[in-house]
């Protein structure tokens, strides 16, 4: 009785319905460029596929950090590239 309870006061706040929507939107993202990645991998290789494949992981890292700044406010610190 008491997990019904709290799922429902806890599912009606405002704050976690953000926190859900913004979930949501993360899902649908990360699901669409996987869908992209996929689609990219079974065509022959090339370097304009490489580059694509790059761009998308990029994304994927975009909406990464969105999501842990944003919805974990954590601090990120700027990326730090090895130059070989």
Known sequence: ?????????TAS????QDLRK???NLTQLVT???LKIDEEMVR???????????RLTNGLEMANDMAR???LGEK????????K
């Not at 706040?13 to 976690?16: I, L, M, T």
């Not at 022959?44 to 790059?54: E, L």
């Open 69 to 71: 700044h944003f919805g």
């Open 44 to 54: 022959p290789y090339s370097h304009q596929r490489g580059g694509r494949i790059a």
């Open 13 to 16: 706040c405002k704050e976690c």
């Open 32 to 34: 669409s460029y996987i």
């Open 76 to 83: 990120l610190e700027p990326h730090k590239r090895k130059i």
């Open 1 to 9: 009785m008491v997990d019904q309870k709290r799922r429902r006061t």
């Open 22 to 24: 913004h979930l949501k």
